[in-house]
């Protein structure tokens, strides 16, 4: 969970928690169609929030969980949350690697070379202090645009599979690859 302020607004705020690496399991139906999820590989994300934020507001939120086949040839749980350009990040981010159980904090992030309306390119995410090096292969732009001309929500939730080398609060290195998951760029007035 993190509290963040904006600066020079201390009426503003921004409030959330998230929470990885959920293993469900259930079954979605559409007319005669069904489908089922195991918790063998399956995950939910918990994404709650509060905010009272400026009129005008651009965000990244990336975030995404599987199991990891551990040197002891056992499944680890692993996921991560990344969020960034939400209030002034200067005494806390929301950057995170969950392992096992564990939550490791590393530094703030950001997309390196990123371009506006190239989205289905790759993201190649850096954090400042080199524990998350990361690249998101797109295969899908989730996009909704909903523009009330004084109020617009304009959303690219980037779907696709993520690989590189993250490192625990120990050192350890964790390859990645082909994991599934999101990064989304979202441009706000309201």
Excluded at 26 to 53: C, E, I, Q
């Amino acid at each position: 969970s993190i509290f963040v302020p904006f600066k020079n607004k201390p009426t503003r705020f921004f409030m959330t928690t998230k929470q990885n690496c959920m293993p469900c399991e259930g079954y979605v139906t559409f007319g005669n169609d069904k489908w089922s999820f195991s918790k063998n590989d399956t995950f939910a994300t918990l994404d709650w929030g509060r905010v009272n934020t400026p009129y005008k507001l651009v965000w990244y939120w990336g975030n995404a969980s599987t199991y990891l086949t551990g040197k002891d040839g056992k499944k680890h749980p692993f996921g991560f949350e990344i969020t960034w350009g939400i209030g002034d990040e200067s005494n806390a981010t929301e950057t995170a690697l969950f392992y096992d159980g564990k939550l490791h904090k590393f530094g703030s992030i950001d997309v390196k070379h990123f371009v506006k309306n190239r989205y289905m390119e790759e993201w190649e995410f850096e954090s400042e202090d080199g524990r998350f090096n990361l690249t998101l292969t797109p295969t899908l732009d989730h996009h909704s645009d909903l523009n009330l001309l004084v109020l617009r929500m304009n959303s690219h939730q980037v779907h696709g599979k993520y690989n590189g080398t993250v490192i625990l609060d120990d050192g350890t290195v964790l390859e990645i690859k082909d994991m599934y998951g999101f990064c989304e760029y979202v441009e706000n007035r309201w």
